[in-house]
């Protein structure tokens, strides 16, 4: 006997949702009718693929789930929210060995991503969020400085979030860049925090030049990974 299958349901969209594939019960179906026809070399035709004598109940459903195919709205695009904040100033420390909120002051790009306290990083929304932190350090008196700087949720420590880093002297800037993936709930918010031995230590902003821009103290990039 051969085997054939059904029509999808209407319900059954064309294509995964978020996707530009077709899903898998119409890739089935339409594969399925390739086959039977022979991939185009039998003198098959439409009639012999029919599950039963069409009749009048058989058409009048057959009619209805084709209108319920062209009648279904599309599926709904999968927007992720993204966002990047930098701080164009230079940061410094009031005291030594105190964790200290990274702050920004210039939204670069925000897509549902908000900026609050000039620190707190409010997703909106529940998910996974994929962040990427740089930062440019330097020192400005003589002697090393070691500088941590870790992730905090909702004014908590993340466990395991921290990195040190080391300044060898004054003059001598360093790129400090790490990403992390956190899962946060519609309502958490994120804050980058950071601390050293020493107030001599600060998150540097770079000036202008003839022949480069102006480059930030900070840049965070955040973006929505799942759902």
Known sequence: MADVTSIPASRVPLLEPGTSFMSREWYRFLFNQFGQTGGGTTALTLSDLELAPLGEANATGLVDEVHGLLSAPPPEPIVRRAASFANT????????NTATAVTFNTTVHSRGIGLQSSSQIHPGVAGAFYLSFVAEMDKTGGGNALVWIWLRKNGADVPNAAF????NGSGSATVFSATATVVVGQTDYLEVMWASDTT???????????????GPSALLSITQVDP
């Open 164 to 167: 040190k880093w080391r300044v």
């Open 200 to 214: 001599s230590a600060t998150l540097e902003a770079t000036a202008s030049t003839a022949y480069s821009p102006a």
């Open 89 to 96: 100033t230079t940061q410094t420390l009031s005291s030594p």
